[in-house]
């Protein structure tokens, strides 16, 4: 699949919920790669910052981001919009905003939803980089016993349960199948608090654009109407009389379980924060946006540490080419054929398969004392296979060969030695051009990188 822009720009406008400030934000096109970047237009420089783990700095009520270089430089409440942008596949956008924070709009990220669906969206040229989840992955909250658990998957899809010491709230469960649903299931749910909570907010300076109209009120134990006045107050909303617990709002609930579909919003939201989208099953118990960032964290550390994660190898699948496909193409043979088959192949890259064996010629000499393949051929192997891609996209490849042209930035990271399986990603880096093709190779060991290179080879007929 290929990476997603916006079409057209947008713009949203509204309060901040924790500022009170009036807000604009813009949602521009982003070039390949990009990412999600807020820009604040209101300071000098329109200094950007990175939508990325490692750059959260807060995370009480809300998700908070700050650049890189100034810390004192941050955009707030960022997780509804990156919701909306990440469950409608956009991988590259820019947001512009005037303020320290997006606004809040209704609590929920229907209008941002809505907007992207207006603006459409467009294709671009390079491939989209999925985060594949091929492992059990879980992160703990012992303080507050929440939990996150990402299981391997084909797809996406999240299970949230909530669980609160409430009279009005108290266990809610909520899940997500396919991120197709977003709109229409999740986006519509509204941000929540309690009254009892509401006091120690705002003497913490948060939740100054707070109301009735962008936020669920739960009502769960019983207070003077003094106080409730004194709160009213505090806020900035009408005196409001109760004799009974319960929800306080304007607008009835979305669904009977809108907080935990909201929390479930809070969760996607913040994965967001990955910087590629995921393919795993997603189990959130009491989830927030600490434990949310600190999964995505955890992740972005692996990224950091190797940004490409190998393919995924299933022995029991048929080769897409088999030795004998191979020889048809290539014209190496023993001691020099160097892939026994291709598992994978794509219109831009290809995966094929070297088993490494103790009876390699090149380990009587390399060394006999401590058998290592030599990098040399590594980078051969990768050539071969790339060799294939190029192949397979000519008519008649059978009376083609393949030459080395150029070899750049090569690495070598560890050994390879017998008994290892190799697995080959070759991409191209440019489309091919008068029979010449730069590619990006890249050798992996389970799920470690080995060696990778930049190679340009040229494809010639035989004689």
Do not use: W
Request: charge should be negative; include cysteine.
């Amino acid at each position: 699949m290929k990476q997603l822009t916006l079409k057209a720009d947008f713009s949203v406008s509204g309060k901040g919920l924790h500022t009170g400030l009036q807000v604009k934000a813009t949602f521009k096109p982003a070039s390949e790669n990009t990412g999600y970047i807020f820009k604040r237009i209101d300071l000098e420089g329109c200094p950007t910052i990175e939508a990325l783990a490692e750059n959260v700095v807060a995370t009480n009520r809300g998700t908070v981001l700050a650049s890189r270089t100034n810390k004192e430089i941050k955009i707030g409440t960022i997780e509804h919009a990156m919701a909306a942008l990440y469950a409608a596949g956009i991988d590259n956008c820019c947001v512009e905003v005037n303020g320290p924070e997006l606004p809040i709009l209704d609590g929920s990220a229907i209008e941002y939803s809505t907007k992207i669906e207006e603006a459409g969206l467009v294709e671009q040229n390079a491939d989209k980089e999925y985060y594949v989840v091929k492992q059990r992955i879980k992160v703990v909250d012992e303080t507050t016993g929440a939990s996150l658990i990402v299981l391997p998957d084909d797809d996406f899809s999240i299970d949230t349960m909530v669980e609160y010491n409430s009279a009005v709230l108290n266990n809610q469960f909520a899940s997500l199948a396919s991120l197709s649903h977003f709109k229409d299931e999740i986006a519509g749910s509204r941000t929540f608090v309690f009254v009892r909570e509401i006091m120690p907010l705002v003497q913490n300076n948060l939740i100054k654009g707070g109301d009735l109209d962008n936020a669920i009120v739960i009502y769960d134990a019983e207070m003077p109407q003094e106080e409730l006045d004194k709160i009213a107050d505090l806020v900035g909303v009408d005196h409001i009389k109760t004799n009974k617990l319960g929800y306080i709002n304007h607008k009835p609930l979305t669904h009977p379980n809108e907080p935990a579909r909201h929390k479930l919003l809070d969760v996607l939201g913040d994965l967001a924060l990955i910087g590629r989208p995921l393919k795993g099953r997603i189990i959130a118990t009491r989830p927030g946006h600490t434990i949310n960032t600190k999964l995505a964290n955890q992740i972005r550390k692996e990224l950091r540490y190797q940004n490409v994660q190998a393919p995924l190898y299933d022995p029991n699948k048929a080769a897409d080419m088999d030795i004998n496909r191979i020889r048809e193409l290539l014209p190496h043979r023993y001691p020099m054929q160097l892939v026994d088959k291709v598992i994978e192949i794509g219109e831009n890259y290809i995966v094929g398969i070297k088993n490494v064996t103790s009876n390699e010629p090149f380990f009587q000499g390399h060394f006999p004392q401590e058998p290592v393949m030599p990098g040399v051929l590594q980078i051969e192997a990768m050539a071969q296979v790339g060799g294939l891609l190029v192949l397979s996209g000519v008519d008649e490849p059978e009376r083609y060969s393949t030459y080395f042209m150029k070899i750049d930035n090569v690495k070598f990271r560890q050994k390879v030695v017998p008994g290892d399986t190799l697995i080959f990603h070759i991409s191209f880096m440019t489309p091919l051009r008068r029979g010449c093709a730069v590619m990006k190779g890249y050798a992996f060991v389970g799920e470690k990188i080995v060696s990778e290179v930049e190679f340009m080879a040229q494809i010639i007929k035989n004689k």
